[in-house]
C-alpha cells in the first residue's frame, strides 16, 4: 500500500496530498488505522484537538452532527496528542459516539501545520487532503463541505465505464493560472502530431486543431509542475493501474480554441516505434468551467464525457482510443503528458538512440 505523506517530511500536508497510515491509538488503547478496511473508502472530517479549553465544544458540536455526516456517508474521528487514558475519560465525559485517537508523536498535528488552536481536516475517501478548516463553528463547516461535496457527487448507475483515472486538486488554482500566463508568453507549436518514421512531428490540422508551448526542464514552473504531479497522482496511478512510473515526456501546456473550433480526432499514443514506450497518458485541465464543448472521450468503452474541475487529472492506457470533442465557445487549456517505467525506458532509449536530445523527465 502506498502510504502517502510522510509524517516526517517539511512542510505540512497540502490540498491534494494523501496522507501516510500513521499508527494511532483509539481511547481503548488499541491500535488504529485509517486505512483500515471498515473505515477506508469513505470521506472523513478529523478534527484535531489543539490547546483551547472551548475545544470540548467544538468536540460536541461534532457529537451532535455525528447523524447528519453519516446521511452523506462521511466520517467523524479526533485526534489528541494525549495518551488514550486521558482520552477515554473525554470521550466518557462528552460521550462521543466517534473514535478520539492518541497521536502523542504529534505526527498528524506537524503534517497539519498546527501549533495552538484546533482544526479540522477534510480527507476524500482516499486520504487525500481537500481542504483545512480553523477558526470557530468548524463541525458546521465540515458538514457544509460534506454534503456540498456529496451533492457533487451522486452516485450513478454505470452501464459502461473506460478504465480511467479521475483524480482531483493535482494542482491548485495558482499554478493553473500561471502555466496558462507560461503559454501566453511561449514558442508554439501548432497542430503537430508524431509522424511514424524519425521521430519529428508534422502539423496535421485535420486531425489536430490545438497550440502546444512545452515546458522545458529548466522552464521556472516545470520543477513545480513535476513535483505536484509526483507527490499527488503518480501513487494514486500505482494504486489504480499496479504501475510504477519512473519516467514522464516533458509536459506540454496545450490550448484547444473554439476560434479554430479547437480538437483532436480519434486516436492512440503508443502505435510508432517512436512512442511505443508510452504507458498512460495524461490529461490534466486548467480551465474547466471557462469555456464549452471540448469533453475528452473514450469512445470504446461508452460515451461519457470526462471534464474534471480546474487542477483536477484524467489518467488512462495509451492503448485506449480516445478524442477530444470540439470547443465550441472560450478557450481550453490542458496539460498533457506520457509517463512509462523502467521497462519501458530501454524500448525509448532503443528506438530514440539517433534522435534528439532525451526528452524525458526522472521522477
Not at 502506498?2 to 490540498?15: D, K, M, Y
Not at 485517537?101 to 482544526?119: I, K, M, Q, T, V
Not at 480553523?134 to 456540498?148: T, V, Y
Not at 478504465?163 to 507549436?189: H, I
Amino acid at each position: 500500500m502506498f502510504h502517502g505523506h510522510p509524517a516526517s517530511e517539511q512542510g505540512p500536508l497540502t490540498t491534494g496530498e494523501r496522507l501516510c497510515d500513521l499508527a494511532f491509538v483509539d481511547h481503548d488503547g488499541k491500535p488504529f488505522s485509517l486505512y483500515a478496511n471498515h473505515i477506508f473508502g469513505w470521506p472523513k472530517a478529523v478534527f484535531l484537538i489543539g490547546s483551547s479549553e472551548e475545544e470540548a465544544e467544538e468536540l460536541a458540536r461534532f457529537a451532535a452532527s455525528v447523524r447528519d455526516f453519516g446521511q452523506v456517508e462521511t466520517h467523524v474521528l479526533a485526534v489528541a496528542r494525549g495518551a488514550p487514558e486521558v482520552n477515554a475519560r473525554l470521550v466518557e465525559r462528552l460521550g462521543l459516539p466517534f473514535p478520539l485517537l492518541s497521536d502523542p508523536e504529534g505526527a498528524l498535528h506537524r503534517a497539519a501545520g498546527l501549533e495552538g488552536d484546533a482544526c479540522t481536516l477534510m480527507f476524500d475517501p482516499v486520504l487525500r487532503l481537500e481542504r483545512r478548516l480553523d477558526g470557530n463553528r468548524q463541525a458546521e463547516a465540515a458538514l457544509a463541505h460534506a454534503r456540498a461535496r456529496a451533492a457533487a457527487l451522486r452516485p450513478i448507475v454505470v452501464g459502461a465505464q473506460a478504465p480511467a483515472l479521475v483524480v482531483p486538486n493535482v494542482l491548485d488554482r495558482g499554478l493553473c493560472r500561471r502555466l496558462m500566463d507560461t503559454w501566453a508568453q511561449g514558442e508554439r507549436q501548432d497542430d503537430r502530431i508524431a509522424a511514424r518514421g524519425d521521430g519529428s512531428q508534422q502539423a496535421n490540422p485535420k486531425s489536430k486543431s490545438r497550440s502546444d508551448v512545452v515546458l522545458a526542464e529548466d522552464a521556472p514552473l516545470s520543477g513545480e509542475l513535476g513535483g505536484a504531479i509526483a507527490r499527488r497522482l503518480l501513487p494514486e496511478i500505482e494504486k489504480a493501474f499496479n504501475f510504477h512510473v519512473t519516467r514522464m515526456e516533458r509536459f506540454r501546456i496545450g490550448c484547444y480554441d473554439a476560434e479554430t473550433s479547437g480538437f483532436f480526432a480519434a486516436h492512440r499514443d503508443n502505435t510508432t516505434a517512436m512512442t511505443e514506450h508510452r504507458r498512460y497518458a495524461l490529461t490534466l485541465n486548467l480551465n474547466t468551467g471557462e469555456y464549452e464543448g471540448g469533453f475528452l472521450r473514450l469512445p470504446e468503452y461508452g460515451p461519457q464525457l470526462y471534464a474534471p474541475p480546474p487542477g483536477g487529472a484524467v489518467v488512462f492506457s495509451c492503448s485506449l482510443l480516445h478524442l477530444v470533442a470540439p470547443v465550441t465557445k472560450g478557450r481550453r487549456f490542458v496539460v498533457v503528458g506520457f509517463f512509462w517505467g523502467e521497462a519501458e525506458q530501454t524500448v525509448y532509449e532503443r528506438n530514440h538512440a539517433d534522435t534528439a536530445p532525451d526528452e524525458t523527465l526522472t521522477v
